[in-house]
């Protein structure tokens, strides 16, 4: 799933693919912006992202769909 993360402040957005479950993922982000803690992200390469709860301007998550791949795509 494609997860695109918008930073207060920064004209860039983090863009990052995971495996992690959506629910799991929207609820984990819900307490993190109530408590103002420190947020991660872990991509599919491997990498993890920290993002402080407060400077998040917003989180988009992409549904999960397979790569299509020839000339019927």
């Keep these: 799933m494609e997860i695109k993360i918008g930073v207060k402040q920064s004209p860039?957005?983090?863009v990052l693919e995971s495996h992690e479950d959506?629910?799991?993922l929207?609820?984990?982000i819900e307490e993190s912006v109530k408590s103002e803690s420190l947020l991660t992200f872990a991509d599919t390469k491997g990498r993890t992202v920290f993002i402080p709860a407060n400077a998040l301007g917003y989180v988009e998550m992409g549904t999960e769909s397979?790569?299509?791949v020839?000339?019927?795509a």
């Design 12 to 14: 860039r957005e983090i």
């Design 22 to 24: 959506p629910k799991e």
């Design 26 to 28: 929207a609820a984990r």
């Design 66 to 68: 397979a790569r299509r």
């Design 70 to 72: 020839g000339f019927g």
